[in-house]
């Protein structure tokens, strides 16, 4: 599986962005579990939002209420809306994506370590 990110930049606070994260390759991506990681130089790669491959979600606290991770099969696409950006969201953000033994309603709990599949990382910036 191949995953491409896109969708980050820079942004004013308050303001907002949509990352994309589309998957390609051998699989059902049906059958995906898919998540948004971010990473500030120094520090380690911090779960963000979490999907199941039945569309189960999962948030950290600092962003929930704030972003939204949703999927398209359709499209094989994960994406991550974010809203009401504070400069402390700003980092390398990461798709990340492994395979559910079926479809499951609820995010698998994973560490950074146990996925299968990352794709490039995207700059997001937020000035305050």
């Known amino acids: 599986v191949q995953l491409q990110a896109c969708g980050g930049g820079l942004v004013q606070a308050g303001g907002s962005l949509r990352l994309s994260c589309a998957a390609s390759g051998t699989g059902d991506v049906n059958f995906l579990g898919m998540g948004w990681y971010r990473q500030t130089p120094g520090k380690q790669r911090d779960m963000v939002a979490t999907?199941?491959?039945?569309?189960?979600?999962d948030y950290q606290d600092s962003v929930s209420g704030r972003f939204t991770i949703s999927r398209d099969n359709a499209k094989n696409t994960a994406y991550l809306q974010m809203n009401s950006l504070k400069p402390e969201d700003t980092a390398v953000y990461y798709c990340a994506a492994d395979w559910d033994t079926r479809i499951l309603s609820s995010p698998v709990p994973r560490n950074v370590g146990e996925y299968d599949h990352w794709g490039p990382g995207t700059q997001v910036t937020v000035s305050s």
């Open positions: 999907i199941s491959s039945g569309g189960g979600v």
